[in-house]
């Protein structure tokens, strides 16, 4: 399989008065279509600098991001908006759902954020693989953590996107949860998809296909 993901030699600079924090250190990773892979480290490792490098929500200070072949880094926020939208799923550690939206409403705003070109799952078949079916007229506040969870996976995966990315996504979960929202990751990358998650847990890191340890903003030896 070719990498979908792939980033090369990223720094981040971060400035507050005379001080210098380097939360990057040429990093450059790749991930293929079909694989799981965990980002670990300590706090303040730069995981989450990465994390949203990857994503296109911050620019790298130097090097280059691309997913699916499409450069994503260098370019303006309204072009990385949509290459997001089009490419990417996004689940963060708080989900990423709009608490006055039911579950199917925030699968379809994912869907006419990516536009009419885009490619797309329809809304129940999302809403049905994550086992939300009965619960897809609930607001986010109506949800358990676990539901909540899947709705979140759900409008990640609304597009049907090449690579997801997960913020610790069984961080608040009993075990039970977090091994579904594992198997669902999994059935993912059956589907040919390249899926990162940056994690402390170690079932998630157990169930991935590859390890990349950050230390000190770098990947770890």
Do not use: W
Request: glycine letters at 10%; hydrophobic letters at 45%.
């Amino acid at each position: 399989m070719s990498a979908l993901l792939e980033a090369h030699d990223l720094y981040r600079f971060f400035h507050a008065g005379d001080d210098e924090t380097l939360a990057l250190r040429g990093v450059s990773l790749a991930v293929d279509g079909g694989e799981l892979v965990a980002v670990t480290g300590p706090s303040g490792s730069g995981k989450s600098t990465l994390l949203s490098c990857l994503a296109g929500l911050d620019e790298p200070d130097g090097g280059v991001v691309r997913v699916a072949g499409e450069r994503l880094s260098r370019r303006p926020e309204e072009e990385r908006a949509q290459l997001r939208a089009r490419l990417l799923g996004v689940l963060y550690q708080q989900f990423n759902l709009v608490p006055h939206l039911s579950v199917s409403d925030n699968v379809a705003l994912a869907h006419r954020l990516a536009g009419p070109d885009a490619r797309r799952r329809s809304g129940r078949d999302v809403i049905e693989r994550c086992g939300l079916s009965a619960r897809a007229h609930a607001r986010p506040a109506q949800l358990s953590g676990g539901e909540l969870a899947r709705a979140g996976l759900a409008v990640a995966l609304a597009n049907d996107p090449p690579v997801l990315l997960a913020d610790e996504p069984t961080g608040e979960l009993d075990e039970v949860t977090a091994g579904r929202i594992l198997d669902l990751l999994r059935e993912v990358t059956q589907d040919g998809s390249a899926v990162l998650v940056v994690t402390h847990a170690e079932q998630v890191t157990a169930a991935a296909d590859r390890e990349i340890r950050l230390r000190d903003g770098a990947v770890a030896a």
